[in-house]
Nanobody
Framework: VQLVESGGGLVQAGGSLRLSCGASGIIFSTNVVDWYRQAPGKQREWVARIARSGNTVYADSVRGRFTISRDNAKNTVYLQMDSLKPEDTAAYLC?????????WGQGTQVTVSS
């Protein structure tokens, strides 16, 4: 199983980015997929989840600004991030727990300048 994130970059506050998480060896539509983020010196923070049904859940800190979605044909999960704030600066990682095994991507860096 391999998860690969992309789409990070440098953006000004108020801007938008769309992150992608692609996978090999696992079918996203049959698993729960989460996005996490980790800023330097801080604990890893859960951001959003998309269930097998397509239902979504968000952390309070991003609700209303971020949208998680899934393209089953491309086996890709997205994180659309709008109204970005400097405190959103972090490495963003996608995560799947399958049969008690944790799978993490390598992360993609998002930097929001003020």
């Amino acid at each position: 199983v391999q998860l690969v994130e992309s789409g990070g970059g440098l953006v000004q506050a108020g801007g938008s980015l769309r992150l992608s998480c692609g996978a090999s060896g696992i079918i996203f539509s049959t698993n729960v997929v989460d996005w996490y983020r980790q800023a330097p010196g801080k604990q890893r923070e859960w951001v959003a989840r998309i269930a097998r049904s397509g239902n979504t859940v968000y952390a309070d800190s991003v609700r209303g600004r971020f949208t998680i979605s899934r393209d089953n044909a491309k086996n890709t999960v997205y994180l659309q991030m709008d109204s970005l704030k400097p405190e959103d600066t972090a490495a963003y990682l996608c995560y799947v727990l399958k049969e008690n095994v944790e799978y993490w991507g390598q992360g993609t860096q998002v930097t929001v300048s003020s």
